[in-house]
């Protein structure tokens, strides 16, 4: 078992830039695969970002080239920072973290792009 705790999250001008964090519980933190996904009301929720345990990334082209996923194994947390935002990004953002066949969410964190 996994507990996900997102934070980081706001109200920030169009332009702006913030990051997010999300710690996990744990011994094994660095075996799992991490990722960072948004929802808005009525809508899918989306993935965002990805981070394998080898560090490898990869993401949305929505958000490629304005957001960095990356991974501290010493702290059990991943972040996501998030540069150039647009309105479009409001959303509340979800971290998974994903092992074998189990995954885990936290609550999610509230990001409003907004002037």
């Known amino acids: 078992q996994v507990q996900l705790v997102e934070s980081g999250g706001g109200l920030v001008q169009p332009g702006g830039s913030l990051r997010l964090s999300c710690a996990a519980s744990?011994?094994?933190?660095?075996?799992?695969?991490m990722g960072w996904y948004r929802q808005v009301p009525e809508k899918q929720r989306e993935w965002v970002a990805g981070?394998?345990?080898?560090?490898?990334?990869n993401y949305a082209d929505s958000v490629k080239g304005r957001f960095t996923i990356s991974r501290d194994n010493a702290k059990n947390t991943v972040y996501l920072q998030m540069n150039s935002l647009k309105p479009e990004d409001t959303a509340l953002y979800y971290c998974?973290?994903?092992?074998?066949?189990?995954?885990?969410w936290g609550q999610g964190t509230q990001v409003t792009v907004s002037s």
């Open positions: 981070i394998t345990s080898g560090g490898s990334t």
């Open positions: 744990g011994s094994i933190f660095a075996r799992y695969a």
């Open positions: 998974k973290a994903a092992l074998n066949n189990n995954a885990y």
